[in-house]
């Protein structure tokens, strides 16, 4: 792992001296905002609706449950969020070195491959992490008016997490086949969208339709958005990552042969 | 310090570079030299482990490229066509990186980069973003990250390509000046920064070497002298008149169809020309031609490089 951090640190230099990641960061903020605010908002006229009907029946009026109604729907919207935003968080990772020719830099100095995949995983982690403290922040503050369940909020912001992971790795997988930034965000995300979805393009009925729905990302991912965590699910993405990584570094190899 | 034996490297459809073997010393500065698309940066970038060759070895500071390409990578510094600079990185920044990634050890990385500082003509600019400096300096930062490490050899491709005349100057003043400690390759279209620059010149061509000789050996002037193309309309051969001239050191007949035609090697620096016309007349000479001649690299090499066959 010789040159890891040297990798990581410059990474992480680069993605706070250029304006992708301001801008990435607060397009996603502000599509996490909008749509948190909205579906409190309809939160809001459903709990007062709710509340009404159990008066009507002559019941007790307790609140709507805020992680069914609310925050459910939000990790939801949070996962399809991060599969439009991460991609373009990773389209530079290794298009942007070809086209500067640093590539040749890298390959020619006496550090492993692997670090610079890892270095760079690493660096797009941290940011992606970073975006998703905020968010978490942002809804914590529904613990200032009420009490939502805190253990199903943080199992659903794991799934969140590791579908991103999932989206970065497809992002600088693509990103390793490419000298455009702007080929290697489309199409990461182009590829995170079949991915995600791949459950879609089968007849659920049959035997394919089932395999392409446990392939496909969002699959895995209901159990966490209901704020239930089961380890089948994170073998599936951790096992998803590290294919992608090494397919990453493969790409990486050929690199010679092209 | 570098040893090629065959080296073909085949790209779908095209033979980059075919059968290429030689060699090269230990403190020697060697130009590769070529038109471009001749396999200049192919055998550069196999040299430097970023490509394998499609078949035979290369050597280079007793280590396979091949097998122990860590090795190889730790012995040479490697400017590539373009120098690879992260544009967004302050130039101190980005040395501080490169010297991380070549394994400079900590304690040693001060010292390292203010030396290629130094030698590279950096200190006003340390400071300033990579992607504003003009092509002559991020030229230099290239140059200064190719020998950050020290090694023992620097492998430069093109690496006065882009750059205004007085750029150049410098460049080529910096390399040879690293001449000294190192081994040099630099590749180049440029024939007059050969006989400038180096001390042996390989003259590669649709992938095949054609030439390998010292600049000695091609009668080129070396850093004292320059040379002049004389043609004169006489009686007898007049090379020993020639050279009892003061600041002629040498008068070489050179045409083989009996015409007098004379390659005379003087002081650099000290125009003679005024002299030998004068000294032609005053012998009753006719005086058809006489004018400077940079080096008659530049014959052979339009011999080589056009006519089908090689003479090396």
Not at chain 1, 13 to 41: E, I, K, N, Q
Not at chain 1, 229 to 234: E, M, N, T, W
Not at chain 2, 75 to 85: C, D, R, V
Not at chain 2, 218 to 227: C, H, N, Q, V
Request: hydrophobic letters at 45%.
């Amino acid at each position: 792992m010789r040159g890891f951090s040297a990798i990581y640190g410059r990474e992480m230099r680069a993605y706070f001296t250029s304006p992708t990641a301001y801008v990435v960061s607060v397009v996603f903020l502000l599509a996490v905002g909008l749509f948190f605010m909205t579906l409190l908002r309809n939160y809001i006229s459903f709990d007062a609706y709710w509340r009404e009907r159990l008066l009507e029946a002559g019941r007790e009026a307790v609140p709507a449950d805020v992680h069914q109604y609310l925050l459910r729907r939000f990790i939801s919207t949070l996962g399809a969020i991060t599969l439009f935003v991460l991609p373009f968080i990773t389209m530079g990772s290794f298009a942007e070195e070809y086209r500067s020719g640093t590539m040749e830099l890298l390959l020619t100095s006496p550090i492993g491959q692997r670090s610079i995949v890892l270095g760079k995983f690493a660096a797009a982690s941290t940011v992606f992490t970073l975006l998703l403290l905020i968010s978490l922040g942002l809804v914590s503050s529904l613990f200032l008016y009420g009490n939502p369940d805190p253990t199903s909020l943080l199992v659903g912001f794991v799934g969140v997490w590791l579908q991103g992971e999932s989206f970065l790795v497809i992002g600088m997988f693509i990103s390793s086949l490419t000298r455009s930034q702007v080929v290697a965000g489309i199409g990461g995300l182009g590829a995170a969208l079949l991915l995600w979805l791949a459950g879609l393009l089968g007849d659920p009925t049959s035997t394919l339709g089932i395999w392409l729905n446990e392939l496909s990302l969002v699959a895995h991912f209901e159990d966490f958005s209901k704020g239930i965590l089961d380890s089948k699910h994170v073998v599936f993405y951790v096992c998803f990552i590290f294919f992608w990584l090494f397919l990453t570094l493969r790409s990486l190899e050929s690199l010679k042969y092209r | 310090m570098i040893v090629t034996e065959n080296l073909t490297k085949i790209y779908p459809g095209k033979r980059a570079i075919d059968g290429v073997s030689f060699e090269v010393q230990k403190g020697e500065i060697v130009g590769f030299l070529g038109p471009n698309g001749a396999g200049k940066t192919t055998t550069m970038r196999i040299l430097t482990c970023f490509q394998p060759a499609s078949s035979g070895t290369a050597r280079v500071a007793g280590h396979d490229v091949f097998e122990a390409a860590d090795a190889v990578k730790r012995n040479i510094g490697y400017l590539p066509e373009s120098p690879p600079l992260y544009l967004e990185m302050r130039v101190r920044e980005y040395l501080e990186f490169v010297s991380r990634i070549k394994g400079v050890p900590r304690s040693m990385r001060r010292q390292r980069i203010d030396e290629s500082v130094e030698r590279c003509g950096l200190g006003d600019v340390q400071q300033r973003t990579t992607g504003k400096l003009s092509k002559g300096y991020r030229q230099r930062v290239g140059l200064a990250q190719a020998m950050l490490h020290n090694p023992p050899i620097l492998i430069l491709d093109e690496p006065t390509s882009g750059l205004d005349p007085k750029q150049v100057v410098e460049v080529r003043r910096l390399i040879r000046e690293l001449a000294g400690e190192h081994t040099i390759i630099l590749s180049t279209h440029i024939l007059p920064e050969v006989s400038m620059t180096c001390e042996r010149v390989i003259i590669i061509n649709q992938g095949r070497i054609v030439l390998s000789r010292s600049l000695r050996d091609l009668d080129a002037p070396g850093p004292d002298r320059e040379s002049l193309l004389l043609e004169v309309e006489a009686s007898a051969d007049v090379s020993e008149q020639l050279t009892s001239l003061e600041g002629v050191h040498s008068a070489q007949r050179v045409a083989a169809d009996g015409a007098r035609r004379y390659r005379l090697l003087c002081d650099r620096g000290r125009d003679v020309r005024p002299r030998v016309a004068s000294f032609a007349v005053q012998q009753g000479w006719r005086l058809l031609e006489l004018r400077a001649q940079e080096t008659n690299l530049e014959e052979i090499y339009l011999r080589v490089v056009t006519s089908e066959g090689g003479v090396a």
